[in-house]
């Protein structure tokens, strides 16, 4: 029963100490895995034909569907954020459904998540700055500038908040998973958990993935406000 | 007292499922929102997909609570820092 992130090597750079964990050795190995697939259904694409079928009407069902996505929840006018939100998503929902497979998820550690919402925090202050500019800034001081400190630290909960639910809902189906393998009779253990994996891993996680992309993209969308009519 | 640390452990576990019962009011809040939801889907069904979204985002929203109160519970349990300052101040 070991719930800990061990650790594998210890590299030295520069003085520093680097220590390569378990969830950065299975980070690299879902990411060989989206390069690997992304290249091969690159390939496999490479002379589209009108009549989509097989594999192209497939990839066309989830562009379309994350476009639907998107388009609840953000201005047309910042489509371009799309692109990095389903990197996230497919990331996100790979490292998800690796616990099936045995690995230690990447997302049950906060270190993976927190990176992820960071990036969110970011992208909402630039794309906030780039469309409304001053309005923007001015919304830290409203309704009167007492209340900066206030709007602050609003503004730095986001991330937090948005770590700490994928993280927790990993966390939890991944320690409930390893308490049923490990404390459970052995005829529990054959194919009672099949189904604790089809809610902990592939339900909650998917629906955390949706969950995650959705509310970045709310407070994205919430940040630019409505840029339709300068659109490109 | 007998052994200061057996103490601590065991209050720490008391306090884990103290921390577990906010379930109990994050559970009524996401079955409101479900209900208002469902019900707002039966009043007008063509806008089903804009309501599923919406309910989607806020039962997220008020599930962080309940995320927190777990959290707390696995610190208390696995990462104890009670222990940690005790086991230094012996």
Same mark, same amino acid.
């Given at each position: 029963?070991?719930?800990?992130?061990?650790?594998?090597?210890?590299?030295?750079?520069?003085?520093?100490?680097?220590?390569?964990?378990?969830?950065?050795?299975?980070?690299?190995?879902?990411m060989a895995f989206l390069i690997v697939a992304a290249i091969v259904i690159n390939v496999l694409l490479r002379n589209p034909s009108s009549t989509p079928k097989g594999l192209q009407n497939a990839m066309e069902m989830i562009v379309e569907v994350f476009d639907g996505m998107l388009k609840?929840?953000?201005?047309p006018?910042?489509m371009y954020v799309g692109n990095w939100y389903f990197s996230v998503f497919a990331f996100?929902l790979v490292?998800?459904?690796?616990?099936?497979?045995?690995?230690?998820?990447?997302?049950?550690?906060?270190?993976?998540?927190?990176?992820?919402?960071?990036?969110?925090?970011?992208?909402?202050?630039?794309?906030?700055?780039?469309?409304?500019?001053?309005?923007?800034?001015?919304?830290?001081?409203?309704?009167?500038?007492?209340?900066?400190?206030?709007?602050?630290?609003?503004?730095?909960?986001?991330?937090?908040?948005?770590?700490?639910?994928?993280?927790?809902?990993?966390?939890?189906?991944?320690?409930?998973?390893?308490?049923?393998?490990?404390?459970?009779?052995?005829?529990?253990?054959?194919?009672?958990?099949?189904?604790?994996?089809?809610?902990?891993?592939?339900?909650?996680?998917?629906?955390?993935?949706?969950?995650?992309c959705?509310?970045?993209?709310?407070?994205?969308?919430?940040?630019?406000?409505?840029?339709?009519?300068?659109a490109e | 007292?007998?052994?200061?640390?057996?103490?601590?452990?065991?209050?720490?576990?008391? =306090?884990?499922? *103290?921390? !577990?019962?906010?379930?109990?009011?994050?559970? &009524?809040?996401?079955?409101? $929102?479900?209900?208002?939801?469902?019900?707002?889907?039966?009043?007008?069904?063509?806008?089903?997909?804009?309501?599923?979204? =919406?309910?989607? *985002?806020? !039962?997220?929203?008020?599930?962080?609570?309940? &995320?927190?109160?777990?959290? $707390?519970?696995?610190?208390?349990?696995?990462?104890?820092?009670?222990?940690?300052?005790?086991?230094?101040?012996?």
């Open positions: 029963m070991d719930f800990n992130i061990d650790n594998l090597w210890v590299l030295q750079v520069g003085g520093q100490e680097v220590w390569i964990t378990r969830t950065i050795l299975n980070t690299w190995i879902i609840t929840a953000i201005d006018g910042i996100i490292s998800n459904f690796s616990g099936v497979l045995g690995f230690r998820p990447p997302t049950a550690d906060w270190a993976t998540t927190f990176a992820l919402a960071m990036a969110t925090l970011i992208l909402i202050q630039v794309v906030g700055i780039r469309h409304r500019k001053g309005e923007y800034i001015k919304e830290f001081f409203s309704p009167n500038f007492v209340f900066f400190p206030l709007n602050l630290i609003g503004e730095l909960a986001r991330p937090i908040s948005l770590s700490f639910r994928l993280f927790g809902n990993i966390l939890g189906g991944m320690i409930l998973m390893t308490l049923v393998y490990s404390l459970a009779p052995i005829f529990v253990r054959i194919f009672f958990p099949v189904f604790l994996h089809a809610i902990f891993d592939i339900f909650f996680g998917a629906l955390q993935t949706y969950i995650f959705v509310i970045s993209l709310t407070f994205v969308g919430a940040a630019a406000g409505v840029v339709s009519g300068n | 007292m007998q052994d200061p640390l057996a103490f601590i452990i065991a209050v720490s576990h008391i =306090a884990s499922a *103290i921390a !577990l019962l906010n379930g109990f009011l994050v559970a &009524i809040g996401q079955a409101r $929102i479900a209900s208002a939801a469902i019900e707002s889907m039966a009043r007008q069904p063509e806008a089903s997909d804009s309501i599923r979204g =919406a309910m989607f *985002i806020s !039962l997220g929203m008020a599930e962080t609570g309940g &995320i927190y109160g777990l959290l $707390i519970s696995f610190v208390m349990l696995f990462a104890n820092p009670l222990v940690q300052i005790y086991l230094q101040n012996r």
